[in-house]
């Protein structure tokens, strides 16, 4: 019968090993997320997932703060974050550093999820947007491609740390074969 882990037998790394560690070729670009909680749910999947580093952009909001940590319980402290008050700013600069673009949006010619094939040694950028409008059509516009979730009952949109759970699990595991 299965006996589920015990934290000590997990063996995840130390705040300094976290640091330390090379990390899988993915930055999740947050636009203007309006609940902290969603920022830190984000935070503590990209800590799962160990990925390059979070941008947090216009009014998403950053740490410190209690409502970040109430979901992120300290990935905010090890997953590296910057801060851009513009989002179109921060992909030109993360392009300008060799980083492919992604926005997770519903688009005409958007390239659904399960079909999305890197290609070896591209790192990538997903955008997520805001909870109400998504991601903004200037920065949609700008991306390389659009990556959409296929969705299959009444709802026309997802929780946008739900999205950043899936497009990040899906995402990672063609990265890393």
């Given at each position: ?100 673009i992604a926005a ?74």
């Amino acid at each position: 019968m299965p006996q589920k882990l015990h934290v000590e037998e997990m063996n995840r790394l130390d705040l300094n090993a976290f640091r330390a560690a090379e990390k899988v070729p993915l930055i999740v670009v947050l636009d203007n997320i309006r609940s902290l909680h969603n920022v830190g749910s984000v935070f503590r999947t990209a800590d799962a997932f160990r990925l390059e580093a979070l941008h947090l952009c216009g009014i998403t909001a950053t740490p410190p703060s209690p409502e970040i940590r109430k979901t992120a319980l300290g990935a905010e402290d090890a997953v590296a974050w910057h801060y851009h008050p513009d989002t179109l700013t921060a992909i030109h600069q993360l392009r300008s550093e060799g980083w492919k673009i992604a926005a997770v949006e519903q688009c005409h010619q958007s390239v659904m999820l399960h079909n999305f094939q890197p290609i070896a040694g591209e790192r990538w950028a997903l955008v997520l947007g805001n909870e109400v409008r998504g991601v903004q059509q200037s920065v949609v516009d700008a991306a390389d491609l659009v990556l959409e979730i296929p969705q299959f009952g009444t709802k026309h949109s997802l929780n946008v740390s739900v999205a950043a759970g899936i497009v990040l699990w899906e995402v990672f595991r063609k990265i890393r074969g």
